[in-house]
């Protein structure tokens, strides 16, 4: 059965700060890679998707990179700014196109 | 695009009661999940559907827990009868295969 654990699982960081979230899976056999944000009493907004056969996504300030062989990803996130205050989710899904999340990594950034 | 459709965005029910909530996906996305969101799990699968017909619903916890989707266009899950440990956000999501998900804004349940 896949896991998924993201670490850290907060974190508190000054405003400009270039920061990386962690996620972790321990099947390597996944179709696809998906970081989500999250806003408080809010739905979940993709980010960035990543599929088995690429090694990173990257949109505006945001990169994510893919590792399958160490089971790993990561989420840049380039100057941070107090508006990526958001819980940060990534999700894995395997052959069977069912998707397995982490619990997230809650950001805030201080002015 | 609308974007995925939830509704009621808000359900305050007692004990006992039957409780149906509903979902709309994207139009021309054939995957449609639904979860659910407590702070003691997470977010957890319930029951994926594929061109409307269900394919894994292990993450279904009860008897008391049934899910339908009738068309493309639409797709219900009911809880009969309510418990207060059913209190949840509830999320659908749908997608174009195993593609990117798009979330619904969700269902806040209260159970009394």
């Known amino acids: 059965k896949q896991e998924v654990t993201q670490i850290p699982a907060a974190l508190s960081v000054p405003e400009g700060e270039n920061l990386v979230l962690n996620c972790s899976f321990t099947d390597s056999a996944i179709y696809n890679l998906q970081w989500f944000r999250q806003d408080p009493g809010k739905g979940l907004t993709s980010l960035l998707l990543i599929q088995s056969s690429q090694r990173e996504q990257t949109s505006g300030r945001l990169n994510a990179s893919l590792d399958k062989s160490s089971g790993r990803s990561t989420l840049y996130i380039a100057a941070s700014q107090p508006g990526d205050s958001a819980t940060y989710l990534c999700?894995?899904?395997?052959?069977?196109?069912?998707?397995?999340f982490g619990r997230g990594t809650s950001l805030i950034v201080h002015p | 695009d609308a974007g995925v459709i939830q509704s009621p965005r808000h359900e305050v029910t007692e004990m006992g009661q039957e409780v149906t909530l509903r979902c709309k996906p994207i139009?021309?996305?054939?995957?449609l999940f639904w979860y659910r969101q407590t702070m003691m799990r997470g977010l957890e699968l319930l029951i994926y559907?594929?061109?409307?017909?269900?394919?894994?619903d292990s993450g279904m916890p009860e008897d008391r827990f049934s899910a339908k989707m009738p068309n493309a266009s639409f797709s219900t899950l009911k809880i009969q009868p309510s418990e207060p440990r059913d209190s949840a956000v509830y999320f659908c999501a749908s997608g174009r295969d195993n593609y990117e998900q798009y979330f619904g804004p969700g269902t806040r349940l209260t159970v009394t």
């Open positions: 999700a894995v899904t395997g052959g069977s196109y069912i998707p397995t």
């Open positions: 559907f594929n061109n409307n017909v269900p394919i894994d």
């Open positions: 139009s021309g996305h054939n995957s």
